[in-house]
């Protein structure tokens, strides 16, 4: 199993980005998919979950109505729109694959058992 994100960078308060997650080495239709995000001295927060077939299954208070999670099972990428920018959306953020029944809350990080490296985004004028 492989995820690597790409996308992150440095963009100005009310700004956007455009983050993606290339899976590989497994089904990537067959499984939920989230995007993570973790801030210096944070413990790591669930953004958004998206249902193998594409239904959006969670977005994180802080960022419903910023930010769009999507995803295209033919070329396996996830994908994460995030519009009007906040400083406090400054974090590492990572794609992570959810296990099959997990019975765990969307909100909480559990229930996972592959994510990549992450992708730097810092929002700051």
């Known amino acids: 199993v492989h995820l690597v994100e790409s996308g992150g960078g440095l963009v100005q308060p009310g700004g956007s980005l455009r983050l993606s997650c290339a899976a590989s080495?497994?089904?990537?239709?067959?499984?939920?998919m989230s995007w993570v995000r973790q801030a210096p001295g944070k413990g790591p927060e669930v953004v958004s979950c998206i249902a193998a077939g594409g239904t959006i299954l969670y977005y994180s208070d802080s960022v419903k109505g910023r930010f769009t999670i999507s995803r295209d099972n033919v070329k396996n990428i996830l994908y994460l729109q995030m519009n009007s920018l906040k400083p406090e959306d400054t974090a590492l953020y990572y794609c992570?694959?959810?296990?099959?029944?997990?019975?765990?809350?969307?909100?909480?990080?559990?229930?996972?058992?592959?994510r990549g490296q992450g992708t730097q985004v810092t929002v700051s004028s």
């Open positions: 992570a694959r959810r296990q099959p029944f997990a019975p765990t809350p969307l909100s909480e990080f559990t229930g996972y058992d592959y």
């Open positions: 080495g497994f089904a990537f239709s067959n499984f939920r």
